[in-house]
Structures are given as C-alpha cells and as structure tokens.
C-alpha cells in the first residue's frame, strides 16, 4: 500500500476551486483520503474541545498510555501527546512513567477528576474526536462532486434480480444516475421496495464520513456501525490518515412507518447528553428510502412539507435542544414508495420536485412467466411442463390480481412442503396446489 500527500491541485483541479474548510488529503493506493491533523489546530476543532474531550476519556481508566489515548482519540501519537503534556502543566494529569520512546504513562489527578465530571454533566461523549460541521460538508460536497458516474450497465447488474419492463429500469437508472429523487407507487406486491434496494447497488465508490460533527461543546454521531458499511483499509499507520474519518460504501438507510417528524431532527440523548444525526443525514453519500409512505404515525402531507426546502435547495436545517439551528447538507437520492393513490398522499407541489416518478404496474402474464422461471432456475428447481399456464388459469378463474412477489413467495412454500416431506425438490401440481391453499387460504375467493 502506497501513500502520498496531495497537492491542492490534485485534490480539486486549482487553488481557487479548493472549498475552504475540505480537510487536507492524501493519497492512498491512488485513493483520496483525509490527511491527519499534525497539530490541535490544524483539527478545525477548537483545541479547548479536544483537551476536553481527553480528559473526559482519561477518566474513564485508572491510568493510561499516550498510543491509548490516541487511538481512543482517533488522533496522532505526537498531537495527543501535546495535549497530554499541556494538561500535564494544568496539573490535570500526572506521569506515572514512560511507555516507549515516544509517550508516557499517566493518570488523572484529583483536579482533573473534578473538572472531567463537571465535563461530563455537560457532554457524556467519550470516542473519537469530532470534525467541524464546514469540514464536513466541504468533504461530502467535494466526493460526490467526483464521485463515478452511474452507467446503464450499473443499473442493468444491479436490477438483475427484477423482471422489469425496460421503460422502468430506464427511469430508475436515471434517479440514481442524476442524484435526483424518486417516487414509486403501485399495487402492492410489484417490487417497489426492492427496487429501492436492489437500484442502491448501481452507485459506485466509497466515501469518507467523520465518527461525529462538533458544533462547539455539542456533539452529533454520524458513522453508525449498524447502518454504515465500513471500508477495510487494509489498517494503514495511524499516523498517516485522519482516523477521525470512516471509509464507508454510500450508505443506503431506510425508514418505514415507525417515522414520526421527529425523526427528521437531532435525536437528542438527555442521559448521555449527545447528539444522534437523523436517518437523512447518516444517508448523505447515498440513498435515503421511505417505504410504506403514508402509513407512518404522522399525516403524510406534514411528512410532504418536511422535504420541501431540502428538495429544493439541498440542504436541510437541524435544531440543537438549546434552539440554535444548524444547516447541513442534503446530498442524497430520496426514494419515496408508497402503495397507496398518490393523489391521496401528495401534492402537485411535492411531486413537481420529485426528480422521476415510477408507476409499477402488476406482471403481465408473460412477465410473471418470466419471474415464475427466473426464480426456480436461480434455485435450481425444476418445473413440470404446463404448470405456470395452470397456475395462470388458477389465477383468472379466482379473478386474483397478478403480482410480482407471488412467483417467489408459491416456490419458497412449496420448497417448504418438498422438504417436510422429503420428496423431491420439484414444482408439480400436487405441490403447487398445497402451496397455493397455505398462501392464499383454503377459503373460496368471493367476487
């Protein structure tokens, strides 16, 4: 692995062109990546903050390392021993001894045990060190401005598992080739929810997210290990990147009906007294899909006027518990699905800045052929000759609605039935016609 320090030229194309807070850059294996602070100042986080921060971390063990606290930190050996030895002179900390040849061993003394837990009744963060929210919003602007462009080869591997008509794989590249919004509606069953997730695959990169943003002594968690896919960097030195930044693929996060409008704002903490970033703001990078539209525990309208301004500008603005507003940036495709009528839901407003809409209709009988024998051929099952048109026919005499999910959801229960019976895995008609009762019931269909 190689690492080289770029010059502004390389970064951004010229000086002028630099934004003003994009945190120095190197070069990894021909890669940009954030360059490690060499000093408290050169962070963008006051220095206060940072020695703050330290010392809450130093009260958390009885005695520690300068590599500890560094890698506790997420900062260099030589920046946090700075740090250390100025707290050292505010007799915050003591030394207890070396540790290597380039840090010590110490503790926290009584006095910096007092003031850590006035610190704390303030801020219970404890992690990484923070980036400024310019740093930020300069880093995700700067990458997505450079980001790989999303082609119709992208789009067409990343929707293989769909049976689509190729109008609507047309208009779904498009939303992730553009980095515009889109909204898809239809009957339910018809794969509105796994195009939003399958049309994710099509981006292409990785990107660099800060552990958490500091707007003065206020914290906000960005990386999310539960929602954020980690890049393994092969572990280049410590030194060398800033570790304060994750290496993440372009996230996609989903919401679903749990979202209320507060979910939409800083998630604040009043027992670890932190901030938790909103879904839409873990999303920057990537996409941000809202499934099931118009059946969260708000009225969809009040949910419609939310996105308005970010829709618009790209941008979005947050309020901290004190009442300060803070802009962010809103840098991601917004997938809306819903299977209710639009007409019900939104507006004209609302759907005049959705960048695409996307009508997904029922299968015609062919596609759903096409979907029946994509499926059992990807499991390698066969199928006995006659029995989709057979199903087919089931289908219209029972005046039952093709739909997209039926194809798989009848041969994942007759694979059940084959395996709990030990037979043969095989699509046959007694097989099917006890898949079809336990999916769709043993009650006449009534018209």
Known sequence: MSFTQSSPDDQTGSDEDRPAHLPPLMTVDGEPAPKAPTSPRDTGVSPA?????????????????????????????????????????DQLLEILGSS??????????????????????????IGPAPVSLEAYTAMIEWQLARAPEVSRDHVAASLAKLVLPEED??????????????????????????????????????????????????????????????????????????????????????????????SFDLIYSPSLRYYEAPLHLKANGGMFLIDDFGRQRVDPHELLNRWIIPLENRIDYLTLHTGQKIQIPFLQSLIIATNL??????????????????????????????????????????????????????????????????PRDLIERSRDICRFTTRPMELNDEVMTLAWTGYFGNKPRTT
């Open 49 to 89: 903050v940072l020695r703050d921060l330290a010392l809450k971390t130093a009260y958390t063990v009885p005695q520690f390392t300068t590599e500890w606290a560094a890698r506790q930190l997420c900062l260099t050996q030589a920046l946090v021993g700075e740090m250390l030895e100025q707290m050292r002179a």
């Open 100 to 125: 290597g040849p380039f840090g010590f061993r110490y503790a926290i003394s009584g006095r910096g045990r007092e003031r850590a837990a006035r610190l704390l009744e303030i801020s219970g963060y």
């Open 169 to 262: 794989a047309l208009l779904a590249g498009l939303a992730a080739s553009s980095g515009r919004s889109l909204f898809v509606f239809g009957p339910p069953g018809n794969g509105k929810t796994s195009l939003g997730h399958l049309i994710h695959g099509a981006l292409q990169g990785d990107i660099w997210i800060p552990h958490c943003i500091g707007i003065e002594e206020n914290i906000i968690r960005i990386y999310d290990q539960q929602l954020h896919q980690a890049v393994d960097a092969a572990n280049p030195p410590l030194w060398s990147i800033d570790r304060r930044w994750m290496k993440i693929r372009r996230p996609l996060i989903i919401g679903g009906g749990e979202m209320t409008l507060e």
């Open 341 to 406: 009528d639009p007409e019900q839901v939104t507006d004209p407003a609302f759907l005049r800045r959705m960048g695409y809409r996307l009508y997904l209709a029922p299968p015609s009988p062919d596609r759903y052929r096409t979907i029946f024998e994509q499926y059992a051929h990807r499991l390698d099952i066969p199928i006995q000759p006659g029995l989709v048109e057979r199903l087919l026919e089931r289908y219209a005499s029972e005046g039952r609605e093709l739909r997209g999910c039926e």
